[in-house]
């Protein structure tokens, strides 16, 4: 069986995009020449799901992948955020949850607290699931929201960091401004990322647009009235990975 594309205009773009990134149909395991739009269907699942996973079986298996390929990235930002014991800490887009737990355990003096942002209800319930007894405690608040639209009080967080989540965003000076507003005066911001990796999924259309590139982050960042914004390459045993910082000015 092939799946091949007749003269339909609607499928001469995806069209074009197989011929480009030169896949091959994980259904028919057809060469390029054959003009199969499934990879690009592929892809736009994947790039939802990863953007936004729901219960269900890809929304599972997104969140197992999540585990295993982005702990690091993680890890890395709760430490490049230089959290300090009795911060107000925040996390954006918080996935399953390994950001939350490896922050909790820096946040020692009692007024030290966690915040977790994620609009999927999937996430929102198996983070709130992991953490539950620091949530019972009050230790650390997980919100159900948009990151554009944060259920929190002007000027009231220390350090901010996330992972793998504005490229999703619609709008990132929205974001950004909304991040800024939350933050204290000189609180820093830092986010993680494989760009080689994010750009090489952006090539396959897994990701929305073009709000992934990070110059596009960073001047969002910069119009929203954050300063010292920059982006570093990074290196953790043998993967490398990049940072951008950004402090709130007020
Ligand atoms: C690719 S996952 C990354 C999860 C985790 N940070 C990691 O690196 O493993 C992106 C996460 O950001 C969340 N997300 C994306 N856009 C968001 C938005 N505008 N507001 C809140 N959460 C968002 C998604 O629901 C998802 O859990």
């Known amino acids: ?76 930002a709760v430490q490049l955020c230089g959290i300090q014991p009795g911060d ?11 950001g939350l ?5 820096l946040l020692t003096e009692p007024v030290g607290h966690l915040i977790g942002v994620d609009y999927s209800e999937f996430m929102h319930q198996m983070a709130s699931e992991h953490m539950k007894e620091l949530v019972a405690s009050g230790k650390v608040t997980l919100h159900h929201c948009d990151v554009a639209a944060m259920p929190l009080a002007d000027s009231t967080v220390d350090k901010v ?10 709008d990132l000076r929205e974001g950004a401004t909304e991040i800024h507003r939350v933050m ?9 990322l494989r760009l080689f990796n994010v750009a090489t999924m952006a090539a396959k259309q897994v990701m929305p647009g073009e709000n992934w590139h990070p110059e ?10 954050f ?14 990975f990049q940072a951008i910082y950004a402090t709130a000015l007020k």
């Open 184 to 192: 204290k005066p000189g609180g820093l911001m830092v986010t993680t």
């Open 101 to 105: 737990q490896s922050a909790a355990k």
């Open 1 to 76: 069986m092939t799946h091949t594309v007749q003269s339909s205009s609607s499928y001469k773009q995806e069209d074009k995009v197989y011929h480009q990134l030169q896949l091959q149909c994980h259904q028919c395991r057809t060469e390029p020449q054959t003009r199969c739009v499934y990879p690009v269907m592929w892809a736009e699942k994947v790039g939802k799901q990863l953007g936004h996973p729901t219960r269900s079986v890809a929304g599972w298996l997104v969140s197992k992948f999540l585990n295993i390929r982005n702990r690091v990235l993680e890890e890395n």
């Open 227 to 240: 300063t010292d914004v920059r982006m570093e390459d990074k290196q953790h045993k043998h993967i490398t």
């Open 88 to 98: 107000t800490v925040l996390e954006l887009g918080h996935g399953p949850g390994l």
């Open 216 to 225: 596009a982050y960073m001047a969002a960042l910069r119009d929203s009235g």
């Open 161 to 170: 960091f996330h992972c793998n989540c504005y490229y999703f965003w619609p």
